[in-house]
T-cell receptor
Framework: DAKTTQPPSMDCAEGRAANLPCNHS???????VYWYRQIHSQGPQYIIH???NNETNEMASLIITEDRKSSTLILPHATLRDTAVYYC?????????????FGTGTRLKVLA | SQTIHQWPATLVQPVGSPLSLECTVE??????LYWYRQAAGRGLQLLFY??????ISSEVPQNLSASRPQDRQFILSSKKLLLSDSGFYLC?????????????FGPGTRLLVL
């Protein structure tokens, strides 16, 4: 399973875009990149995922480099409620199921 | 729509006591189910996963066990708790290979072993 590397913490001003980077240099061709976030004392919340192309939904945008070795999660207009730990995960497949290997993530703090 | 439930929400147990945490999923059939543990200030560690009734795969040797007695029920157990079993336990589900493989998490159970 590919491993991901994320900065331990980031700050972002409220109303500005938050750009969270992730390196996954050992990713395989059929492995997806997933992003989750975890607000204190809650279960992780799914944000977005992608394989090769950039993706956008109501929560965020995901930009994946052409070589797929890194990606960036973009929260276009960060609010105080976006303060959380953000996990970038590369999903592998083992024995017919999917294993999500979580790292320690990026602690994003949105400042008023 | 699908929902995932975990109980209890919090639990304080003495060392050496047994443990049973339950997770159920509604609104889907034949899900893949997962148990994770998160120590304070750390990332999530996958403990067990199950692709069907009675089928359990263990990721990390430890003091815990898991069972899946019904299609949408996943149970985490221990015969004798250790101090190191304290943490935040999360259950998750996916629809399984070939379908939407996004993993969805429950609200978690916070366990404190004293």
């Amino acid at each position: 399973d590919a491993k991901t590397t994320q900065p331990p913490s980031m700050d972002c001003a409220e109303g500005r875009a938050a750009n969270l980077p992730c390196n996954h240099s050992t990713i395989s061709g059929n492995e997806y990149v997933y992003w989750y976030r975890q607000i204190h004392s809650q279960g992780p919340q799914y944000i977005i995922h992608g394989l090769k192309n950039n993706e956008t939904n109501e929560m965020a945008s995901l930009i994946i480099t052409e070589d797929r070795k890194s990606s960036t999660l973009i929260l276009p207009h960060a609010t105080l409620r976006d303060t959380a730990v953000y996990y970038c995960i590369v999903r592998g497949t083992t024995s017919g199921t999917y294993k999500y290997i979580f790292g320690t993530g990026t602690r994003l703090k949105v400042l008023a | 729509s699908q929902t995932i439930h975990q109980w209890p929400a919090t639990l304080v147990q003495p060392v050496g006591s047994p443990l049973s945490l339950e997770c159920t999923v509604e609104g889907t059939s034949n899900p893949n189910l997962y148990w994770y543990r998160q120590a304070a200030g750390r990332g999530l560690q996958l403990l067990f996963y199950s692709v069907g009734i009675g089928q359990i795969s263990s990721e990390v040797p430890q003091n815990l066990s898991a069972s899946r007695p019904q299609d949408r029920q996943f149970i985490l157990s221990s015969k004798k708790l250790l101090l190191s079993d304290s943490g935040f336990y999360l259950c998750a589900w996916t629809r399984g290979p070939g379908r939407d493989e996004t993993q969805y998490f429950g609200p978690g159970t916070r366990l404190l072993v004293l």
